[in-house]
């Protein structure tokens, strides 16, 4: 598509749609902002690049005038002026929709319910010591369209992509699709769980044989997913699996080995995901190993705080729903004090609280969800009580520690109804715990 005369609505002015809005001017777009809020926390200055504004009104009465709609994830496509613009026969779409269309080089798209992050974090960072051009962008927090400017036809990109992304799609075509799991969530939004399935079955929809899509065999849902293009699997008799304590892959056909999955302290399902997309992007086993050994985490998922006493503090803030908490509590052997709770996803508490009797010694809650969360507990275990708020959970959770426990932050919430975001939420739980 050419951009250049085009009168475009960009709707949505925090991060991904203010870069949406100033990669299209450059390319000579009429451009037309509209945000609900009034007031935006610029990163340029919209008049000086020639961005018409229309802040703090409902686009339902000028959508229409435009030939081109983009959105940012956090706008419902079941949204009235969505449907009053699709039914003009004018086309809506998501930033991961424009960066493709804009992004000169081949593509990694990665998403899935729990791991996403780390997972392209760590293939990004594999695949820069194959290609030093790569870059790692999407909904890990840097628009993609923010630096398709830079981008050159030999470089690669690594994008993280969620579902509320994947709704908006049309030509959307990365050259490796990988979805590592699909668990409950976000429900709030998709409303039913086929519709949250289609959605993340939507990153392949456009592949053929000449593209890789990578799918988590040990996943009940992902299982039974097949794209066009050529399927890879991780996980147990896979291409990429674990056997006696060592990762192999089966990638390029014959079984080679990769590394020993004790010498990293990523969690294995991340391991063998990184490890398939990496092998089928090109890179060696030694690289792959190399990087996993080297590799300390991401922020705010199983991030190791301090030790206070004897007792250590993790923080997995990034643990939004009941999956990616689960996964935490499987991480550790030692009694765990847990503090959870925060807005509510709909979310069935259930599978997550039947585990406690075999990890958690101490509940502390947080948050609009704590008083479902504890409604969970069977026979009123494990001992928990409910906090005013996150520093106080904090201290409580200080309080009855003892040496050798460890105090850990995994929601299963998101973190609206008292924070900004989960970055936010996991940065005061940094704080708190140091202070």
């Known amino acids: 598509m050419t951009f250049s005369g085009k009168k475009i609505l960009v709707c949505g002015m925090a991060r991904s749609g ?213 399927n890879l699997f991780f996980g147990t008799n896979a291409d990429v699996f674990v056997r006696d304590g060592k990762i192999f892959s089966k990638v390029h056909g014959s079984e080679v080995f990769v590394m020993e999955l004790a010498d990293t302290k990523v969690l294995p399902e991340n391991a063998l995901a990184a490890t398939a997309i990496a092998h089928a992007a090109g890179a060696t086993p030694e690289i792959i190993a190399e990087t996993l050994r080297e590799f300390s985490g991401v922020e705010h998922r199983l991030e190791f705080v301090a030790e206070i006493d004897g007792v250590k503090f993790f923080n997995d803030s990034k643990a939004t729903n009941t999956d990616a908490a689960i996964k935490a509590l499987e991480f550790f052997a030692q009694p765990v004090i847990l503090i959870a709770g925060g807005s509510d996803k709909d979310a069935d508490f259930a599978p997550w609280v039947r585990m406690f009797p075999k990890k958690v010694t101490r509940a502390i809650l947080i948050g609009e969800t704590a008083g479902q969360i504890a409604g969970a507990f069977e026979a009123g275990f494990p001992p928990h009580e409910i906090a005013a708020n996150l520093e106080d959970a904090v201290r409580l959770a200080k309080n009855s520690a003892k040496p050798g426990d460890i105090v850990l932050l995994s929601p299963a919430c998101a973190s609206f109804d008292m924070f900004k975001n989960f970055e936010e939420r996991g940065t005061l739980f940094k704080e708190y715990v140091r202070d």
Not at 19 to 24: D, E, I, Q, V
Not at 36 to 49: C, F, G, H, S, V
Not at 149 to 178: C, G, M, W, Y
Not at 179 to 205: G, P, Q, S, V, W
């Open 18 to 230: 203010q870069a949406a809005a100033l990669a299209l001017v450059r390319l000579g777009a009429k451009v037309t902002a509209t945000d609900l809020r009034t007031e935006i926390a610029w990163d340029y200055n919209p008049e000086e690049q020639g961005i018409l504004l229309r802040l703090g009104e409902k686009p339902d009465a000028f959508v229409t005038e435009f030939e081109l709609v983009i959105i940012s994830p956090g706008i419902s496509v079941y949204a009235d002026f969505i449907k009053k613009a699709t039914a003009a026969g004018i086309e809506v779409w998501g930033e991961a929709e424009l960066a493709y269309r804009l992004c000169p080089c081949d593509m990694i798209a990665i998403t899935g319910t729990n791991g996403k992050t780390t997972v392209t974090t760590l293939v990004g960072e594999i695949m820069r010591k194959v290609n030093p051009g790569t870059v790692v962008a999407g909904n890990i927090g840097v628009p993609l369209t923010s630096l398709v400017e830079k981008i050159s036809p030999n470089d690669l990109v690594v994008a993280e992509i969620s579902s509320f992304q994947l709704e908006t799609i049309a030509a959307f075509r990365p050259k490796i699709s990988a979805i590592l799991n699909i668990t409950e969530d976000h429900l709030d939004r998709h409303l039913t769980m086929e519709n949250y399935i289609a959605a993340k079955a939507r990153i392949f929809e456009n592949v053929d044989k000449n593209e890789i899509c990578v799918l988590n065999y040990d996943n009940d849902i992902t299982k039974m997913l097949k794209s066009r293009g050529r």
